[in-house]
């Protein structure tokens, strides 16, 4: 293995056990229609509601950022809420091409969701067995 080789090899180990700290951007979006669903909502609203699923940091600029791409793409509509006291707000709602792309994200996450349920499976298997359980079953597969 050349030196190069080795320095990237490396390199990518260290990238690997890097912790995970945030969830991809990409995903925001199915949680972001999903929270429109059948409601009007504001922006800060929409944040609240990112953090209850679980998103470990927020980037409120990038919420609106996705939201506006969201709005051109035709997924998301917006209107402008002068009802309330204090300056206007815009409040979000989905489009029916949002909904379908809603139901295409959730078939997507479906088929996520079964294999990491396999993976977890297999990982609670190897890894959380008691030594003596871990050698039998090692045995008893190679059977």
Known sequence: MSASDEKARSGAQIKEEKPISSAPKNLMVPFLLLSLRGWNVHGYELIQQLIKFGFPSIDQG???????????????????????????????????????????????????????????????????????????AEKEEKK
């Open 62 to 136: 990038n919420v609106y950022r996705t939201l506006r791409q969201l709005e051109k793409e035709k997924m998301v509509k917006s209107e402008w809420d002068t009802s309330a006291g204090g300056p206007a707000k815009r409040v979000y709602s989905l489009t029916d091409a949002g909904e379908q792309y809603l139901k295409s994200w959730a078939a997507s996450l479906e088929q996520y969701q079964t294999m990491l349920d396999r993976f977890f499976d297999m990982y609670t298997q190897f890894f959380m067995l008691a030594p003596k359980e871990k050698n039998k």
